[in-house]
């Protein structure tokens, strides 16, 4: 079993910064991807940025140059750290992890989701 913890979420004017935390703990042998992903009021889940155990990026266009996905492997905890936020940036942010588990097996967990709210 795999639990994710995700903290940093908040309401920012446009402009601000935030950053955002997920942290996965339990039966962890090693992840291979982690990512986040975004869901505004009506519109689908959409992919925000990913990084791999490699240390291979990937952002969505509308984020480039703005956002910054890092992780810190000893503590399997990825960031997000976003940067001249804009009022489209509001939306609830997922942490999604794959990896396998110490007994061999593989997981794919999601976060619970934090409110990101970006006032105009």
């Known amino acids: 079993q795999v639990q994710l913890v995700e903290s940093g979420g908040g309401l920012v004017q446009a402009g601000g910064s935030l950053r955002l935390s997920c942290a996965a703990s339990g039966s962890i042998f090693m992840i291979t991807f982690m990512g986040w992903y975004r869901q505004a ?5 959409e ?9 291979s990026t990937n952002y969505a266009d509308s984020v480039k140059g703005r956002f910054t996905i890092s992780r810190d492997n000893t503590k399997n905890t990825v960031f997000l750290q976003m940067n001249s936020l804009k009022p489209e940036d ?6 999604n992890t794959k990896g396998r ?3 061999s097996g ?8 934090t409110q990101v709210t970006v006032s105009s």
Not at 41 to 45: A, C, H, S, V
Not at 47 to 55: E, H, K, M, N, R
Not at 106 to 113: A, H, L, N, R, V
């Open 41 to 45: 009021p009506g519109k689908q889940r």
């Open 47 to 55: 992919l925000v940025a990913t990084i791999t155990s490699g240390g």
């Open 90 to 95: 509001t939306a609830v942010y997922y942490c």
């Open 101 to 103: 588990t110490t007994s």
């Open 106 to 113: 593989t997981f794919d967990y999601w976060g619970q989701g």
